[in-house]
C-alpha cells in the first residue's frame, strides 16, 4: 500500500485544477483562497492511519490456513469480541461475520443493504411466476443491468453465478453457474469446500466486487460535491460554516481511494480482486455522471438504487415499468429501513433552506446560481446539480449509502467469502490477509455523531436556535427509528445472532461498531 506517510504526504488539495481518476473531469480550485481548500483535509482518523497503527489480525490467524480450518472463523470473531464495544447490546453467541449461510447472507444484504440493491432484477420462473433475480451475467436475450456490467470487465478466468429468488420473501429458489462467456458450468466449476451452496460464495464476491467500485466512487462524488459547494458558499459565511463538515477530509479519502481501489495496481484491479484497469474506470465514471444528473433522492432512489428493477421490468413503457417499481415500493420488502431515513432528505433541505433564508433573504438564490456556474465547468455533461437543494439531497443520499459500507464490507472477512478470491489456492496467501487488514481499517475508524443529520457535529448548530432546532428534529428522527428498530431486532434473538452484523446498520450508533455515516473520514 505504499506506506501512511508517502500516501498522505500527497493528500494536499491543489492549488488550482485537479484532473480526476476518471477521465473528462476537473475539479476547479481556481477561486478558492487557502482556508476553504484546508476544509477539503483533515486531522480525522483514516483508513491508511489505522493499518499504519497496526489495525490486523495476527500473522497466524489467516496467512499459511487451510481454507477450510474453522480456527480461521474463529481467530476473526475472537478480534471483533475484542474489538466490539457494549457486547451486552448484542445477542447471546453473536456472530460478528455471518455463519457462511450465504443464501440467508444474500437475502438480508439484497433486502437491506443499498450497495446490493442495484444488483436485483426481475425475472419468471418455469410456472411464468415472478421472481427475483440477482444475475452476475447477462444471458442471451436478457437485459444486461449496472451489475452485469461491471462483473464484464472482471477476471474472465472466474465464475459467474445467476441466482433467482422469492418474490414474496427473497429466498432462494436456484442458481446456476456460467464461465464468462455463458456456458453452463453448473456441475464443473472450481471448489474449495464440499458445500453445495458454495457457488453463493462466488456470487457474494462478485457483488462485494460490485459494492466496492460503487464505494470507491462515492468517494470521489462528495470530493465533486464538496468543491461545488465551497465554492458556491463562499460569499456567505453562515452558510459555509454550515456546509464545512461535509467537506472535511475529502481529498484525503480522495487519495486513498484512487490509490488503494482504483490505481492500475489496487485492490479492484490486482491485489484483491481482478479486473480491468481501463474499464473500471469509465465504469466509476459512469456511476459517477449518472448520479450527478439526479434532481432529487427519490430520482436517485429510482435511476439508481432500482435501476436494475427498471432495466429487467416486463412491460413495453416506463410508466409500466414505473408502476411495477411502485407496486415493489409499496411492499417494504426492499430497503425499508434504509429508505425511512432517505424520505427525510427532501424535507430536511428544505427546512435549512427557510432557516437560511430567513436569517439572509437572497442568499440560497444566489447560491443556487453558483452552484450551476460550478458544476457546469467541471466536464461536458457531467452533472446538472443546480441548487442547493438538490446538493444537499444526494449528499444525504449517498452518505445514508455509505453507512451500509460498514456491514457490507464484514462479509468479505467470512472464510468462505476470503477463500473465493484465489480459488486455485488451498491456503489463505498473505494477499488475502492485506485485503482483511484494509477492510478493518475501513471497520475501525468510527467517530462519534458523524453520521448524517447529526446534530452535534454538522452545521455548529449551536450558534443560531433555528438552526440547531432543524438539525435536533432530523437528528431525533433518525435516531428515534433506530432505537425502533433495535428493540425489533432485539425481540428475535436468534436473527440477530445469526444476521445481526447485517442488520445493525440501522439500530443505534455504536452497536457493532455501526453508523449511518457521513462520508468524510471512512
Known amino acids: 500500500m505504499g506506506g501512511a506517510a508517502s500516501l498522505l504526504s500527497a493528500a494536499h488539495v491543489p492549488a488550482k485544477r485537479l484532473e480526476l481518476c476518471v477521465p473528462g473531469i476537473a ?191 462515492i468517494h470521489i462524488f462528495d470530493l465533486t460535491m464538496a468543491t461545488g459547494i465551497l465554492d458556491a458558499t463562499e460569499h456567505d459565511p453562515f452558510l459555509l460554516k454550515f456546509v464545512q463538515p461535509y467537506t472535511a477530509n475529502l481529498y484525503v479519502k480522495y487519495v486513498e481511494v484512487e490509490t488503494l481501489l482504483i490505481a492500475k495496481e489496487s485492490s479492484l484491479t490486482t491485489k484483491a480482486f481482478r479486473s480491468d484497469y481501463d474499464a473500471l474506470v469509465l465504469f466509476c465514471k459512469e456511476l459517477l455522471v449518472l448520479w450527478l444528473h439526479q434532481p432529487s433522492a427519490e430520482a436517485l432512489l429510482r435511476q439508481f438504487f432500482f435501476s436494475g428493477i427498471t432495466a429487467t421490468a416486463t412491460g413495453s413503457s416506463p410508466e409500466e415499468k414505473s408502476a411495477i417499481l411502485d407496486e415493489l415500493l409499496a411492499s417494504n420488502l426492499l430497503l425499508a429501513e434504509w429508505r425511512k ?101 475501513t471497520i475501525s475508524g468510527i467517530e462519534p455523531h458523524r453520521r448524517v443529520f447529526g446534530s452535534e457535529v454538522l452545521g455548529q448548530a449551536s450558534e443560531y436556535p433555528l438552526l440547531r432546532a432543524v438539525m435536533i428534529k432530523y437528528d431525533a428522527l433518525m435516531t428515534n427509528a433506530q432505537a425502533a428498530y433495535y428493540d425489533q431486532l432485539a425481540q428475535q434473538p436468534e436473527l440477530f445472532a445469526q444476521y445481526g452484523w447485517i442488520l445493525s446498520d440501522y439500530c443505534l450508533e455504536g452497536i457493532d461498531r455501526k453508523q449511518m455515516t457521513l462520508t468524510t473520514y471512512i
Not at 497503527?53 to 497466524?60: E, I, K, Y
Not at 472463523?73 to 457462511?100: C, D, E, M, S, T
Not at 460490485?210 to 466512487?217: D, K
Not at 468462505?416 to 485485503?435: G, Q, Y
Open 341 to 441: 431515513h432517505l424520505a427525510h432528505a427532501k424535507p430536511f433541505a428544505e427546512d435549512l433552506i427557510r432557516v437560511f433564508t430567513r436569517r439572509t433573504p437572497g442568499v440560497i438564490e444566489k447560491t443556487d446560481g453558483l452552484i450551476r456556474d460550478y458544476f457546469t465547468k467541471i466536464g461536458d455533461n457531467v452533472a446538472t446539480v443546480a441548487s442547493f437543494q438538490t446538493w444537499m439531497e444526494l449528499m444525504v443520499g449517498m452518505n445514508l449509502l455509505h453507512g451500509n459500507t460498514l456491514s457490507m464490507t464484514r462479509l468479505q472477512l467470512h472464510p468462505s467469502i476470503l477463500a473465493t478470491l484465489t480459488p486455485e489456492e488451498a491456503t489463505f496467501t498473505a494477499r488475502d490477509n492485506a485485503l482483511a487488514t484494509l477492510l478493518l481499517a
Open 27 to 217: 475539479l476547479h480550485f481556481d477561486d478558492m483562497n487557502d482556508k476553504l481548500r484546508m476544509m477539503l483535509d483533515s486531522k480525522l482518523t483514516t483508513e491508511v492511519d489505522a493499518v499504519a497503527a497496526g489495525v490486523g489480525f495476527d500473522d497466524d490467524v489467516i496467512i499459511g490456513q487451510s481454507k477450510t480450518d474453522p480456527k480461521v472463523l474463529a481467530g476473526i470473531n475472537a478480534y471483533f469480541n475484542k474489538l466490539v464495544r457494549n457486547k451486552h447490546l448484542l445477542a447471546p453467541n453473536y456472530q460478528f461475520v455471518g455463519n457462511g449461510n450465504h443464501a440467508e447472507n444474500l437475502k438480508h444484504f439484497c433486502t437491506t443493504n443499498a450497495f446490493f440493491t442495484p444488483a436485483i432484477g426481475l425475472g419468471h420462473d418455469a410456472a411464468g411466476n415472478r421472481v427475483f433475480t440477482v444475475n452476475s451475467l447477462a444471458l442471451e436475450n436478457t437485459p444486461a443491468t449496472l451489475f452485469t456490467r461491471a462483473i464484464a470487465m472482471y477476471d474472465p478466468s472466474y465464475p459467474r453465478v445467476n441466482a433467482t429468488f422469492d418474490y414474496a420473501t427473497f429466498s432462494l429458489v436456484s442458481f446456476r453457474v456460467y464461465n464468462a462467456h455463458g456456458e453452463d458450468k453448473t456441475t464443473d466449476y472450481p471448489t474449495t469446500t464440499e458445500d453445495p451452496h458454495q457457488p453463493l460464495a462466488y456470487l457474494c464476491t462478485l457483488l462485494l466486487y460490485f459494492a466496492q467500485v460503487v464505494h470507491a466512487t
